[in-house]
Nanobody, 117 residues
Framework: QLQLVESGGGLVQPGGSLRLSCAAS????????VAWFRQAPGKEREGVSC????????NSADSVKGRFTISRDNAKNMVYLQMNSLKPEDTTVYYC??????????WGQGTQVTVSS
């Protein structure tokens, strides 16, 4: 069974950058499409960025396009989310997700990102 652990969240000023990391264990990540989601209190979970198994296709939500970049290193079983030009409205908990072709769906525990001066 795949386990996902996020790290890299924290407090950053508006306009700053953070890189989130997601470490996978228990299975090879190259079998899964991966994504980052975020969820603010009282709101639905929102897809942020996603990538296919070999990152030949990536996509991002309009709200973060041009600012956030998803990447993965299958050899290291890692997924990353580079977040630039951060805004206060990006403040929330970010979750790593992995989805197999068989519909197996895994989530990390989340990491808090706070954008504030």
């Amino acid at each position: 069974q795949l386990q996902l652990v996020e790290s890299g969240g924290g407090l950053v000023q508006p306009g700053g950058s953070l890189r989130l990391s997601c470490a996978a264990s228990g299975s090879s990540l190259d079998r899964y499409a991966v994504a980052w989601f975020r969820q603010a209190p009282g709101k639905e979970r929102e897809g942020v960025s996603c990538a296919t198994t070999r990152s030949d296709i990536t996509n991002s939500a309009d709200s973060v396009k041009g600012r956030f970049t998803i990447s993965r290193d299958n050899a290291k079983n890692m997924v990353y989310l580079q977040m630039n030009s951060l805004k206060p409205e990006d403040t929330t908990v970010y979750y790593c997700n992995a989805l197999s072709v068989w519909g197996l769906n895994y989530w990390g525990q989340g990491t808090q990102v706070t954008v504030s001066s």
